[in-house]
Every structure is written in C-alpha cells, then in structure tokens.
C-alpha cells in the first residue's frame, strides 16, 4: 500500500494513480480513509475519464460506512456523467434503496 501512496503522491495529475490508492486502502479495511482520498482525486480530476471509477468507488465505499446521503451525490454524479449506460442507472438505483 505503500508504494501506492508513493506513486499517487508522485503523480498528482495521475487520476488512475489516485484511485488504485484508494482502492489498496479501502482493501486494508479503511473504507473511510479510501473515501477521503477518492473526496481528493474527484476535486482535482473531475472531469478525467479515469474518475468514473473513483466515483463508481466512492459512491460503493460510502454506502458500506452507512453515509447514504453521500453515496447517492457520488452515484448521481456518475449516472449524469454517464446517462445513456443502464449499468451506471441500476447502480444507481441500488444505492438509493
């Protein structure tokens, strides 16, 4: 996980950087940490393809803390980035449930 931290701090412009280290920290069991980090990457590279799946991320990770209201604003965001994929709307219906 280190060397994912390294890399993504080396790499500030890099989007899919940010977002592999948020997903090495949410799978060391810091769900909350790995939002954080994903809050950061979506400030700077908010329109990056790459965001997509940070948002994807974001929105899962958030609804497992038990944060609704912020999984449904990352989900929503996503579903407006992407209106035309039915996988992107079903995510999003199943975090608004």
């Given at each position: ?80 980035l992407e ?15």
């Open positions: 996980m280190g060397e994912f931290r390294q890399a993504a701090n080396l790499a500030p412009k890099s989007a899919h950087l940010g977002y592999v280290y948020a997903v090495s920290v949410a799978g060391a069991g810091d769900r909350a940490q790995a939002v954080e980090i994903l809050r950061d990457v979506l400030r700077r590279h908010a329109y990056d393809r790459e965001s997509l799946c940070g948002r994807y991320a974001a929105a899962s990770f958030a609804r497992d803390l038990g944060r609704q209201d912020e999984a449904v604003g990352y989900a929503t965001r996503l579903a407006q209106p035309d994929d039915p996988d992107i709307q079903h995510f999003l219906s199943q975090i608004r449930q």
